[in-house]
């Protein structure tokens, strides 16, 4: 039960948007954009989140993705294996972002999650 929360006076300069989920074989594909409002690069943590068809949380796979000044990043995760919806939302962030972090999924990291479907581009 949440007893309180602290609205920030300004929105954070980054975000999800355009997110689309849909069915691949047996497992749910989720995409979207990040957004960096920013007048410099934000490493930013985009979360995922996997359910199956009765709602239950099956996965939360995260990553890191550096994202320049004012623009955006396409950002796709695929679920697991009998995953049926999913979302994508921003955590955590830091400005300015160190320049280690990639730009893009690291495939060998991820697997098919930084592939980008055809659907979404």
């Known amino acids: 039960m949440v007893k309180g929360a602290l609205v920030p006076a300004v929105p ?3 975000r999800v948007v355009e997110v689309k989920d849909w069915p691949q074989d047996d497992k749910a594909v989720v995409a979207g954009w990040v957004m960096n409002d920013a007048d ?3 490493a930013i943590v985009v979360i995922a989140s996997f359910h199956d068809a009765d709602g239950r949380l099956m996965t939360r ?3 890191m993705l550096r ?3 004012h623009a955006r990043t396409p950002v796709q ?3 697991p294996p009998g995953s ?3 979302t994508i939302f921003a955590g955590e962030s830091i400005y300015p972002a160190p320049e280690t972090i990639p730009s893009e999924l690291d495939p060998s990291q991820f697997g098919s999650a930084a592939q980008l ?3 979404f581009r």
């Open 12 to 14: 954070p300069p980054y």
């Open 40 to 42: 410099t690069a934000g």
């Open 61 to 63: 796979p995260y990553t």
């Open 67 to 69: 994202v320049a000044p």
């Open 77 to 79: 995760f695929v679920g």
């Open 84 to 86: 049926k919806h999913g």
């Open 117 to 119: 479907d055809s659907k």
